[in-house]
């Protein structure tokens, strides 16, 4: 049994988990706050943004599958870093973007299958090792994390919104999940 001082190490993991988690659902299902800048910025009407969102949604639920998949030939860490560096393009690609396509294939599409690929699917194995005896307990607190994602960090975008924009609030995520996964880096055995 691994620890840290009197605290089982696993734990650790299973914080970090939820943090990425929360991040990850959070960014990708609490988009209300970034309707209208992204409206007024890009002139787009607000059919195509929910088309787009409704195909970031769509590609979102198939990429865990793929990641679950990709999950049984590699490894968690391989798997984080794959889905960060999708996310690091997206996020530049959807700053960048001028027009409607540009955005849903940014945004709408590489960012959601990054987001998968950090999402609960490639957390529950490594957990799931981790424990043992308490591995509802550690599996329920990471998955409250993910579910925590939408009422947390929705009210944190609004306000990071309102004081430096939709492009850098985006940016502070992508940063945020970068320290979130650098964190788990030398920790994950999968």
């Known amino acids: 049994m691994r620890s840290w001082g009197k605290i089982y190490f696993g734990w650790y993991l299973v914080a970090t988990a939820a943090i990425i988690t929360l991040l990850t659902n959070g960014l990708r299902l ?3 706050p970034f309707e209208k ?3 007024s910025d890009l002139a787009m ?3 195509e943004f929910s088309m787009i969102v409704a195909i970031g949604m769509l590609v979102y639920g198939a990429g865990m599958p793929i990641a679950g998949w990709l999950l049984k030939r590699f490894n968690t860490r391989s798997i984080l870093l794959a889905g960060l560096v999708l996310t690091c393009i997206a996020v530049v690609w959807t700053i960048a973007s001028k027009n409607v396509i540009s955005f849903l294939l940014s ?3 590489l960012l959601s299958l990054g987001l998968s690929f950090m999402s609960p699917v490639t957390m529950t194995p490594i957990i799931s090792k981790w424990f043992v005896r308490k591995r509802g307990q550690a599996l329920f ?3 409250t994390g993910a579910m925590a994602g939408i009422a947390v ?3 944190l975008e609004t306000a990071l919104i309102h004081s430096i924009g939709w492009h850098y609030t985006l940016l502070f995520f992508w940063l945020s999940l970068s320290c979130a996964r650098h964190s788990v880096g030398g920790v994950y055995y999968a």
Do not use: A, N
């Open 141 to 143: 607190y990471m998955t």
């Open 37 to 39: 800048p992204i409206l």
């Open 30 to 32: 609490g988009i209300g």
């Open 107 to 109: 945004f709408g599409v």
């Open 153 to 155: 960090v929705t009210p």
């Open 45 to 47: 009407s607000r059919t």
